[in-house]
């Protein structure tokens, strides 16, 4: 079955600064890869995602990028704000299957002011 | 339009009891997924109902259950509660095919 690794599990920058959290999977046939972001006591709330059919989305701040060759997928933060400090989890799925999301292990993202 | 609604939002069991837990996803919506969070981890698929019907299972024991109902909402049985069952439990819909939307989530607490 797939199996997701993230890295890394915390990760502390300066306000300003870029962000940059990894994720592998194992299974080829995944094909999609939403990241989420989950504040404390809250639940996950989905803040951006990939098909395998594209290698790169922005949206203001945020950017993903796929590499399907090497089968990892990494989530990028620029101009850090204080209010980006969370637990970030990437994860991976068969749309085509059973909808069962494989979540990374999550990044605690802290931003220094 | 309303989101995911997860019902009770926190609950206090005690070890060997049951526990019901439901789940209303958004209008339109016919898939409905549970996800065990333990604090400090990441989500643990448990189920995944389509139409009614359990498309797919985690690797949870059969002290937990679920169905769907005919208006697909859905609910999460645990039996025979153990402390290790403490954690949030996470209810998403979705349309097949696009992204999961999450509920609040339940915080069970076994004692």
């Known amino acids: 079955g797939e199996n997701v690794e993230q890295h890394p599990s915390t990760l502390s920058v300066q306000e300003g600064d870029s962000a940059v959290i990894k994720c592998t999977y194992s299974d080829s046939a995944s094909n999609y890869f939403p990241w989420y972001k989950q504040e404390l006591g809250k639940r996950p709330q989905l803040i951006i995602d990939i098909r395998s059919n594209v290698g790169e989305k922005k949206d203001q701040r945020i950017a993903v990028t796929l590499n399907k060759t090497a089968k990892h997928f990494s989530l990028h933060i620029t101009e850090t704000q204080p209010e980006d400090s969370a637990v970030y989890f990437c994860?991976?799925?068969?749309?085509?299957?059973?909808?069962?999301?494989?979540w990374g292990a999550g990044t605690k993202l802290i931003i220094k002011p | 339009d309303a989101g995911v609604t997860q019902s009770p939002t926190h609950l206090i069991k005690t070890r060997g009891q049951q526990v019901t837990l439901r789940c209303s996803p958004i209008s339109g919506h016919k898939s409905v997924s549970w996800y065990q969070q333990v604090l400090g981890q990441g989500p643990q698929f448990i189920f995944q109902y389509y139409e009614k019907e359990e498309r797919g299972r985690g690797n949870f024991p059969d002290r937990f259950s679920a169905r769907q109902f005919p208006n697909y909402s859905s609910e999460l049985n645990v039996n025979a509660l153990l402390l290790g069952d403490s954690a949030l439990y996470l209810c998403?819909?979705?349309?097949?095919?696009?992204?999961?939307?999450f509920g609040q989530g339940t915080r069970l607490t076994v004692v």
């Open positions: 998403a819909s979705s349309l097949v095919g696009a992204e999961a939307f």
């Open positions: 994860a991976a799925i068969r749309m085509d299957s059973n909808y069962q999301l494989i």
